[in-house]
């Protein structure tokens, strides 16, 4: 009973951890991707836009590919929750093992995908925000504040986003092994009925 009880929380969290990636992912990529401002210098306008830096660019497709995954993966477990709800939970086999291997492995590349993402955003938005001035590379935001601002709060949604990635890359980590420790168990327990069993025959053999 407190098996079924742990496993149900677990399923839970795991859909919530979903949803959090889905949510936080896809408003980190909107934030950065429509974040842009126009400065004027010299009668010659220039606009930044996310496009301008390379790692900006990569951190949007890799949040936005991660939120179209995580709404995937979402229903998948929520479907799961509710057939196993229904009483369709509790079989395991080949097949389940296969998914919880193929989502292990999935939930894995997302989370070092968007933690790589997330650290080269971050470094590059440091030099935008302080510069480099060994190489004579001035500080951008302090032209285009606006701009900036906006970044900066997209990064604070990709890094809530790939922390909750973290944590989901632990959870199916845990959904997968649990699988091969019930298994384990479901094994020993027939072996010991059936060592019971055989032992009651012999016993009764034994008397006659």
């Not at 193929?102 to 470094?123: E, G, I, K």
């Not at 909750?164 to 027939?190: E, M, P, Q, T, W």
């Amino acid at each position: 009973m407190a098996a079924m009880g742990l496993e149900r929380k677990v399923k839970v969290a795991e859909v919530a951890l979903r949803f959090l990636v889905c949510g936080l992912g896809a408003l980190a990529a909107a934030l950065v991707a429509t974040g842009s401002q126009t400065r004027t210098f010299f009668s010659m306008e220039r606009k930044a836009r996310y496009t301008d830096m390379k790692a900006l660019v990569l951190l949007v497709a890799a949040y936005g590919a991660a939120a179209g995954y995580s709404l995937l993966q979402a229903a998948r477990c929520a479907a799961a929750a509710m057939a196993w709800g229904s009483g369709g939970g509790g079989v395991m086999g080949s097949r389940s093992r296969a998914v919880a291997w193929c989502v292990f492995s999935c939930d894995q590349a997302v989370a070092y995908v968007l933690m790589a993402a997330t650290a080269a955003a971050l470094q590059s938005s440091q030099l935008g925000k302080r510069g480099q001035p060994e190489l004579q590379w001035m500080a951008i935001c302090s032209l285009y504040g606006a701009f900036c601002r906006r970044v900066g709060e997209g990064l604070a949604s990709a890094v809530a986003a790939g922390l909750a990635a973290v944590l989901l890359a632990v959870v199916s980590a845990f959904n997968l092994f649990r699988l091969y420790d019930s298994a384990g168990k479901s094994s020993r327990s027939i072996s010991g009925a059936g060592a019971s069993n055989g032992n009651g025959a012999t016993r009764g053999r034994l008397a006659n």
